[in-house]
């Protein structure tokens, strides 16, 4: 037995940063995180028609580096990492032996032997310590370097304007050049940083790694040439509202060690074609029990929100599946949500209803994401 | 907007404005900066007979569902519409054009004054 006592509240490099500009801050795995500066819903608008910054320094970053960094990474993950190239960034699963998911990452190539995994920050222990596991029997090594690294996302259309403004910021690769899911290396006033054109937001952006003492003048330099751009720092609040119209899962409402990745719709991340084992393989190969449910995408009409483990009835009445994250959605206007529902009902077009605290509103399965910006 | 000062509260952060023996409520400052962004509101039927404590509403924000509480015993008078048409209102004016609903009540129940208020949420 293990004797658990409270873990003290965890602050982010950029706390006083966010004390002072007003913010409300919520607890997110520990950590003290804004949840919103002033308003849930600007902050959302912001990142759909300008430009928020986010502070996710409560995420994770362990390097994994050596001569065998990519085959241990193809052993660890379900995607074949050794296939990225050197800049590259890669979504990948952290799978269980039984097929479930410990947690969702992306990885970062930033060198030929050295990968940059960023994990969730509820999951840091066991992403880091599965790892280290896998790792063992290759010429790799994992370090944690989470308790050293900041985390700052620009997102929105006029994200790119926004880094643009900040001429420290010195990159090897321009950012105009950086395309979606790629990154790169530079310094910024001579401080190492790794830029890449990543998010969770649904719109372009960029996630910006740096030490946490130089965090708060990046964070300001940024506000600060941004404001032409009408910049916003946004919070958790309006993280998750865009994350989920951008039909993304998040670790503990669509992902868990119960959920195999094809149930979650996430059986393209899973490389059953690469060479070699990889952890979670057989059981992947076996896939989940006949009739397991499936996460699908639903929307309904009026104001009333569907909210994580509401029931999701069919028109007897009868449960056919469970709302893991549910929303009025700020751009659509209309309730969205995301559900594990029978395969039966899975299809789109499928009418059901959600029991919205004991009143059944209309829903119907639709495609996902609900939100899809314009590309050029 | 009505003078806080005046106004009496309860513990579930409702704002209570006693003029004869009708009473105007609404949810203060702090428990629509709490909700967020309010985006759905749910109030009583006008002429509904509601119960001191008894839950008689919703107050939705784009993170969180807010339960509105009867703070009085008594018959629904008059909801606002203009809240229930524009949610946000609660957050912009929750002591004025956010107010929710008005009571007739029979007898009034202890509620907490301004400063007691302002104790309970300064703890």
Do not use: C
Not at chain 1, 207 to 216: F, G, T, V
Not at chain 1, 343 to 350: D, F, I, K, L, N
Not at chain 2, 34 to 62: H, Q, W
């Amino acid at each position: 037995m293990t004797e658990h006592t409270p873990a003290p509240d965890r602050f982010s490099p950029l706390h006083e940063v966010h004390v002072a500009a007003g913010a409300s801050f919520t607890d997110f795995a520990g950590w003290q995180m804004p949840v919103r500066y002033s308003s849930d819903l600007a902050e959302h608008h912001a990142v759909r028609s300008g430009a928020a910054l986010f502070d996710l320094s409560h995420m994770a970053e362990i390097i994994v580096a050596g001569p065998d960094a990519a085959a241990a990474l193809d052993f660890a993950l379900a995607g074949k990492i050794s296939a990225i190239k050197i800049g590259q960034a890669k979504y990948s699963l952290l799978l269980s032996r039984e097929g479930g998911i410990i947690d969702d990452v992306v990885v970062y190539r930033t060198h030929e032997n050295r990968f940059g995994v960023v994990a969730n920050a509820g999951n840091r222990f066991q992403a880091a310590g599965a790892l280290a596991a896998r790792a063992s029997e290759f010429d790799a090594t994992v370090v944690d370097e989470s308790d050293q690294l900041a985390l700052i996302a620009v997102q929105g259309p006029k994200a790119l304007d926004v880094l643009l403004t900040v001429p420290e910021l010195q990159l090897e690769l321009p950012a105009t050049e950086l395309r979606y899911y790629w990154s790169t290396l530079g310094t910024y006033r001579g401080h190492e940083v790794m830029v890449g054109r990543t998010g969770y937001t649904g719109e372009d952006g960029f996630e910006l790694y740096i030490a946490n003492a130089n965090a708060a003048q990046l964070w300001a330099d940024l506000i600060a040439g941004g404001t032409e751009h009408g910049i916003v720092p946004a919070g958790l609040a309006s993280r998750d509202t865009l994350r989920l119209e951008a039909g993304m899962p998040l670790y503990g409402h669509e992902l868990g060690l119960e959920t195999f990745p094809v149930q979650a719709g996430l059986g393209r991340v899973v490389n059953l074609t690469k060479e070699g084992d990889f952890v979670g393989r057989a059981a992947v190969e076996a896939g989940p029990v006949e009739g397991a449910r499936v996460l699908v995408g639903l929307a309904a009409e009026g104001k009333r929100a569907g909210r994580a483990d509401y029931a999701v009835v069919d028109a007897d009445g009868a449960e056919v599946g469970i709302v893991t994250s549910g929303a009025l959605s700020p751009t659509l206007g209309h309730p969205i949500a995301m559900a594990y529902v029978d395969p039966a009902v899975s299809e789109v077009g499928t009418p059901l209803f959600l029991d919205v605290r004991g009143t059944r509103v209309p829903a119907s399965v639709i495609p996902l994401p609900f939100y899809k910006r314009e590309t050029n | 907007m009505a003078d806080q000062s005046t106004l009496q509260y309860t513990a579930e952060h409702e704002w209570v404005e006693v003029i004869g023996d009708v009473a105007t409520v609404g949810i203060t400052a702090y428990a629509a900066d709490k909700l967020g962004d309010v985006v759905f509101v749910d109030l009583p039927a006008v002429g509904a007979a509601v119960a001191s404590g008894s839950i008689v509403g919703e107050i939705e924000s784009t993170k969180s569902v807010g339960e509105l509480f009867a703070p009085l015993d008594g018959t629904v008078e008059e909801i606002n519409d203009a809240v229930v048409d524009s949610p946000e209102l609660v957050n912009s004016d929750p002591f004025g054009e956010g107010w929710l609903m008005k009571v007739r009540f029979g007898e009034l129940p202890p509620l907490l004054s301004f400063e007691q208020y302002s104790e309970l949420v300064a703890e």
